[in-house]
């Protein structure tokens, strides 16, 4: 059973930048053949795919979010990092991260295992 938990400030200054970490355990993020996505969900809006970086360490990136995003990922401890810089009031959101096999994907159920998710809130 993978298990995933996202760990990271819940509080961020405007400017500054995002930065959380998924650990994953129960399965290698070097060796799984899915995807490990970073998605997210404002506050009364739908799920946001942000970017993902497989097990080779190749990464992916939404076009809307390319610039600012970063993915990385740390084999000896099975974790991977999510960065976004420039954070706006409106990078308010709930962040998950998640394995799946399809880039992209904005539905829980096209995901085969998720994070619980973090709050992270962009205010001075």
């Known amino acids: 059973q993978v298990q995933l938990q996202e760990s990271g400030p819940g509080l961020v200054k405007p400017s500054q930048t995002l930065s959380l970490t998924c650990t994953v355990s129960g399965g290698s993020i070097a060796t799984n053949y899915y995807h490990w996505s970073w998605i997210r969900q404002p506050p009364g809006k739908g799920l946001e795919w942000m970017g993902a970086?497989?097990?080779?360490?190749?990464?992916y990136y939404s076009p809307s979010l390319k610039t600012r995003t970063s993915i990385s990922r740390d084999t000896s401890k099975n974790q991977f990092t999510l960065q976004l810089s420039s954070v706006t009031p409106e990078d308010t959101a709930v962040y998950y991260c998640?394995?799946?096999?399809?880039?992209?994907?904005?539905?829980?159920?096209?995901?085969?295992?998720w994070g619980q998710g973090t709050q992270v809130t962009v205010s001075s």
């Open positions: 970086i497989d097990y080779s360490g190749s990464t």
């Open positions: 998640a394995e799946g096999a399809r880039l992209g994907a904005t539905a829980r159920h096209q995901y085969n295992y």
